[in-house]
């Protein structure tokens, strides 16, 4: 059964850098499919953050939202089996819940709906 | 970028009844499309890809349809649990992708 799990501090202070964990069981990262972060503010919708795509080959390639002006790095850690996301000089406008979720891993192919979410982890940007 | 607009923002239904959701695209997506559901306090979940094919254990009451920049999520006979927030996200045109601002379903 895939899992993913999300980790790391729930309050960050303005100006400084949120880095988050997804751990993924049930199934390798290494898998020629995408991984995905997604937020949703409080009471609002969903935001792609980014995206990350990764080969039987370990070749890795990464998609962000131009709408974070490149404050985002997605990276990989295989041989833990988990990806991470960080977003730095975060603002309070970047409270939400972060989500990470796997793309289209359920079917042959690439693809790039979320088929699997974690939990989901709240982080709050206040000093 | 291509902005998706849902309608309406919120849709009063009651439990038995048809809903009919409504998902429009700035500019063609083909059929890549996907319809997602959150319940109050849970994380969102697939309920529809390729613009109408329904994910692993989507009750068949769930229904998608449309191509291009115009979408339709059905929800035959409305249930107690099917109460809930719906988002279609389009994946054609990327970066970015893209979501909806989203429809709430409510009891009527």
């Known amino acids: 059964q895939v899992q993913l799990q999300e980790s790391g501090p729930g309050l960050v202070k303005p100006s400084e850098t949120l880095s988050l964990i997804c751990a993924v069981s049930g199934f390798s990262i290494i898998s020629d499919h995408y991984w995905g972060w997604i937020r949703q503010p409080p009471g609002r919708g969903l935001e792609w953050i980014g995206s990350v795509y990764l080969s039987d080959n370990t070749f890795y390639n990464t998609y962000y939202n131009p709408s974070l002006n490149g404050r985002v790095t997605i990276s990989v850690d295989t041989s833990k089996n988990q990806f991470s996301l960080s977003l730095t000089s975060v603002t309070a406008a970047d409270t939400a819940v972060y989500y990470c979720a796997s793309q289209g891993i359920a079917v042959a192919g690439i693809e790039y709906y979320f088929d699997y979410w974690g939990q989901g982890t709240l982080v709050t940007v206040s000093s | 970028e291509t902005v998706m607009t849902q309608s309406p923002a919120t849709l009063s239904v009651s439990p038995g009844e048809r809903a009919t959701l409504s998902c429009r695209a700035s500019?063609?997506?083909?059929?890549?499309l996907a319809w997602y559901q959150q319940r109050p306090g849970q994380t969102p979940r697939l309920l529809i890809y390729g613009a109408s094919t329904r994910a692993t254990g989507i009750p068949a009451r769930f229904s998608g349809s449309g191509s291009g920049t115009e979408f339709t999520l059905t929800i035959s006979s409305l249930q107690s649990e099917d109460f809930a927030v719906y988002y279609c996200q389009q994946y054609n045109n990327w970066p970015p992708l893209t979501f909806g601002g989203g429809t709430k379903v409510e009891i009527k």
């Open positions: 500019q063609s997506v083909s059929t890549n």
